[in-house]
C-alpha cells in the first residue's frame, strides 16, 4: 500500500507515526525527567514535520515530484539533517544535565558529611553534659556510694549540728558566768556580814580598853593592895590593842578581796552580756545560713535535674536531626532514576544519528522508509524500556513526598 502512496502521503503518514511514538514515549516519562524529553522529541518532532510539510516553499524543477527520485532523496536527507541537529543538540543536554546531577550528589555528599559530623559532634557533648549531670546529682564514688546531693546534705547536717553544739557550750558558758556573778555577789554580801562583826569586835576591844582603863584607876586608888589588879589591867589594855589592831589587818584584806571580788564580777558580767549576746546572734545566723545551704542545695539538684532533661531532650532533637539528614540516600536515589532516564534519552539520541545515518545512505523512498520504521521500532524499544524503568521506580521513592513515609534504598 506504501508503494501506491504518492510523496506527500508518505510524508504525512510518517510523520503521524514519529508523532504517535514520541507521544508514548515522552508518556513513559516522570515529570522530573519529561522536560528534557519534550525538549528532545519537540525539536526532532518539528524538524521532521517542517522537512515533511514545508510551508510555503515552491518546489524546485529537481526537487519535484515528477523528477525521477529527487523527492525522496531530498526528504531523506532532511530528514537525516534534522536528525542529526536533535541528535546532536539532544546529547549536548542530556551530557549537560548529567554533568549537573553528579554536581548535586558531590554536593549534597559533602554538605550531608558535614552536618551529619556537626551533629554527631553536639551528640557526643550532649552526652557528656549529661554525665557529668548524672555524676553531680548521683556522685562520682568520692563519697562511699552515697550521692553527691545526699553527702552534701549529710556533711551541711553535721556542719549544722557542730555550729549548734558550739554555740549551746557558748550559752552554758554564759549561764555558768550568770551563775559564778551571783556567787560573787553572795560573797560579797558575806564579805559586807563579816565587816559588820569585824566593826562589833573593834567596839568590844575599845569598851575593853575603857573597863582596863578604869580598873587602873582603880588600881592606882588602891595603892599598894591594888598593884596587882593594876598589872592585870594593864595586860587587858594590851589585849584590847592587839585585837584592835588585828581587826583592822582583817578589815584591810577584807577591802582588799572586796575590790579583787568586785573587778572579777564586773568581769564576769561583761563575758556573760557579750557571749550571750554572741550566742545568740550567732544561733540565728547559723540558722539562717543553714537554712540557705539547704534551699541552695535543693535549687542545686533541681537545676542538675532540668539539665538532664534538657540534655535528653536535645539528644533525641539530634538523633531526630540526624535521622532526617539521611535524606541524601533518598535524593540520591532519586538522581539515579533520573541518571537512568537520561542514559534513555541518550539512548533514544543515538537511536536518532543511526537514523539519521540511514536516512542519509538511502537512495530511494523505500530505503527512506525502512530507515524511518528501524527509527519508529528503536523508539518503541526505548519507549518499554522507559516504561519498564517507570514500573520499577514506582514503588521506591517515585512515591517519596517526605522522611516519615516510603522505603529507602540505603547506598
Do not use: Y
Not at 502521503?9 to 528534557?36: K, M, S, T, Y
Not at 593592895?225 to 595586860?235: H, I, K, P, S
Amino acid at each position: 500500500m506504501r508503494r501506491g502512496m504518492g510523496t506527500t502521503g508518505r510524508r504525512r503518514w510518517l510523520g503521524g507515526v514519529i508523532a504517535l511514538l514520541l507521544g508514548a514515549l515522552l508518556w513513559g516519562f516522570e515529570p522530573a525527567a519529561r522536560i528534557p524529553a519534550v525538549a528532545i522529541a519537540w525539536g526532532l518532532l518539528s524538524a521532521i514535520l517542517l522537512l515533511l510539510f514545508p510551508a510555503g516553499a515552491a518546489p524546485s524543477p529537481s526537487e519535484r515530484p515528477d523528477a525521477p527520485g529527487n523527492g525522496d532523496r531530498l526528504l531523506a536527507d532532511r530528514s537525516a539533517q534534522a536528525l542529526e541537529a536533535s541528535s546532536r543538540h539532544g546529547v549536548q543536554q542530556i551530557e549537560q544535565m548529567r554533568s549537573e546531577v553528579t554536581q548535586a550528589q558531590a554536593i549534597f555528599s559533602d554538605a550531608i558529611g558535614k552536618l551529619i559530623g556537626s551533629f554527631s559532634g553536639m551528640n557526643e557533648q550532649v552526652q557528656r553534659q549529661q554525665r557529668l549531670g548524672m555524676e553531680i546529682v548521683s556522685g562520682a564514688g568520692d563519697s562511699g556510694g552515697q550521692s553527691s546531693v545526699a553527702a552534701f546534705e549529710s556533711f551541711a547536717s553535721h556542719t549544722s549540728e557542730t555550729l549548734r553544739r558550739f554555740v549551746d557550750s557558748v550559752i552554758e558558758n554564759s549561764r555558768v558566768a550568770m551563775t559564778l556573778v551571783e556567787l560573787t555577789d553572795r560573797i560579797m554580801a558575806q564579805m559586807r556580814d563579816v565587816k559588820g562583826m569585824l566593826g562589833e569586835i573593834e567596839g568590844i576591844a575599845k569598851q575593853t580598853n575603857l573597863l582596863a582603863l578604869n580598873a587602873a584607876i582603880e588600881a592606882a586608888r588602891a595603892g599598894e593592895a591594888g598593884r596587882g589588879f593594876a598589872v592585870v589591867a594593864d595586860e587587858v589594855r594590851d589585849l584590847s590593842g592587839r585585837t584592835n589592831h588585828f581587826s583592822q589587818q582583817i578589815r584591810g584584806q577584807l577591802a582588799n578581796m572586796q575590790v579583787s571580788i568586785e573587778a572579777a564580777e564586773g568581769a564576769i558580767n561583761q563575758m556573760a552580756a557579750q557571749d550571750m549576746t554572741f550566742a545568740l546572734t550567732s544561733k540565728d545566723g547559723v540558722e539562717q545560713a543553714m537554712s540557705g545551704i539547704e534551699e541552695m542545695n535543693r535549687r542545686t539538684g533541681h537545676t542538675v535535674g532540668q539539665l538532664n532533661e534538657i540534655a535528653g531532650s536535645m539528644e533525641v532533637a539530634v538523633n531526630q536531626a540526624i535521622v532526617s539528614l539521611q535524606f541524601q540516600d533518598l535524593v540520591t536515589q532519586l538522581l539515579g532514576h533520573v541518571s537512568r532516564r537520561l542514559d534513555a534519552l541518550a539512548e533514544m539520541a543515538g537511536s536518532q544519528a543511526g537514523a539519521a545515518g540511514a536516512l542519509r545512505g538511502s537512495g530511494d523512498a523505500v530505503a527512506a522508509a525502512a530507515a524511518i520504521e528501524e527509527l519508529c521500532r528503536r523508539i518503541e524499544d526505548i519507549a518499554r524500556q522507559v516504561g519498564d524503568l517507570k514500573q520499577s521506580a514506582g514503588n521506591t521513592t517515585s512515591q517519596q513526598t517526605g522522611l516519615s513515609s516510603g522505603d529507602v534504598e540505603l547506598f
